[in-house]
């Protein structure tokens, strides 16, 4: 477990299972900090598309690729505090991480509705 205050590790718990609910997406952290992509993954989705603008990004991009039928594969990391500066984290932040598996999922069942 990191050294994150409970209210930080609970945020970035909740939020992946939230993300993971609605999205169908296996991945445990949705929304952890390192990810590596292979070019073929990358070079798949369609980057103009991509809509999130904050730490959602993360989300979209792994639920594009998974989309796309490619592999998540996890290596655990553990995060601590930072040393120095500020969080990111604000309510708008927080309201897009919100909304965006919504805009997503809800996407997705258009897409697959115009194919029928």
């Known amino acids: 477990m990191s050294k994150w205050p409970f209210r930080r590790f609970l945020l970035s718990r909740v939020g992946n299972l939230y993300a993971r609910m609605i999205l169908g ?3 445990c952290d949705l929304t952890g900090g390192l990810k590596c992509w292979r070019r073929k993954v990358l070079e798949s989705i369609d980057l ?8 959602a990004f993360q989300i979209e991009m ?34 897009e991480a919100l909304v965006l598996p919504w805009k997503l999922r809800l996407q997705q069942r258009a897409e697959t509705l115009h194919k029928v």
Do not use: C, L
């Open 48 to 55: 103009d598309a991509v809509v999130a603008e904050h730490y």
């Open 25 to 27: 997406v296996p991945q």
């Open 62 to 95: 792994s639920w594009r690729g998974w989309k796309h039928g490619f592999s998540i594969y996890e290596v655990p990391i553990t995060f601590v505090e930072r040393a120095q500066g500020v969080s990111k984290m604000s309510g708008r932040v927080v309201g």
